[in-house]
């Protein structure tokens, strides 16, 4: 885009929000309140002139510091992204979802479409107890706190257990929710948790 393309579009822009009174963004497009009110007084045709005769008049630069923290956000955007499909991946349910990342049913649905992974019906089983007992040694290598309660917001540490014991994520958060707060664990319902077969693995 040319300098006098430019021109036209910030000029333009400044115009739509006088007439809307909007002072504020106007300014904030590099205008002080005189050039504005000059700018404002100006015919069609003196504007025409100021964009092409004088195509100096504005400066574009790129923000360094706003560029950078947008790049930032975008970044942290992405991680985010990634996260939620590995867990939908290595089967976290609706639950899970909508307490880690604030995801809808819906949006669940729509995210386990996109990447190929079909919806469960019905509870998970619990594993046998031998492998819960194996899951819960392998926990206490990958948590830094193994027994405290905040242990099952360790969404990085579930899927590392996840991925090495073979088992559904959904089932790695209530065996790590039993293991904490076993009471509690035992008063909720969660997709993929069938409360006949709940136990506690309090293996030392």
């Known amino acids: 885009m040319t300098t006098p393309q430019l021109n036209h579009a910030l000029f333009n822009q400044a115009l739509v929000l006088i007439r809307e009174g909007d002072m504020r963004r106007a300014r904030a497009l590099g205008f002080n309140n005189e050039e504005l009110q000059r700018l404002s007084r100006l015919r069609a045709s003196e504007i025409e002139s100021l964009i092409n005769e004088f195509p100096g008049v504005a400066r574009f630069e790129l923000d360094h510091e706003t560029f950078k923290a947008a790049l930032r956000r975008i970044d942290r955007d992405q991680d985010r992204d990634g996260l939620v499909d590995h867990c939908i991946r290595h089967g976290a349910s609706v639950q899970m979802l909508a307490t880690f990342f604030g995801l809808t049913p819906n949006d669940c649905s729509a995210r386990r479409t996109l990447l190929g992974v079909p919806s469960r019906q019905g509870r998970l089983p619990m594993?046998?107890?031998?492998?819960?007992?194996?899951?819960?040694?392998?926990?206490?290598?990958?948590?830094?706190?193994?027994?405290?309660?905040?242990?099952?917001?360790?969404?990085?540490?579930?899927?590392?257990?996840?991925?090495?014991?073979?088992?559904?994520?959904?089932?790695?958060?209530?065996l790590i929710r039993q293991w904490t707060t076993p009471e509690q664990a035992r008063q909720k319902s969660v997709p993929g948790e069938d409360e006949g077969q709940v136990r506690r693995a309090g293996v030392a």
């Open 127 to 174: 594993p046998e107890e031998s492998i819960e007992i194996d899951a819960w040694h392998r926990w206490q290598t990958i948590s830094d706190d193994p027994s405290s309660p905040s242990a099952s917001e360790d969404i990085r540490g579930m899927l590392v257990l996840a991925e090495e014991v073979k088992l559904p994520l959904a089932v790695i958060w209530t």
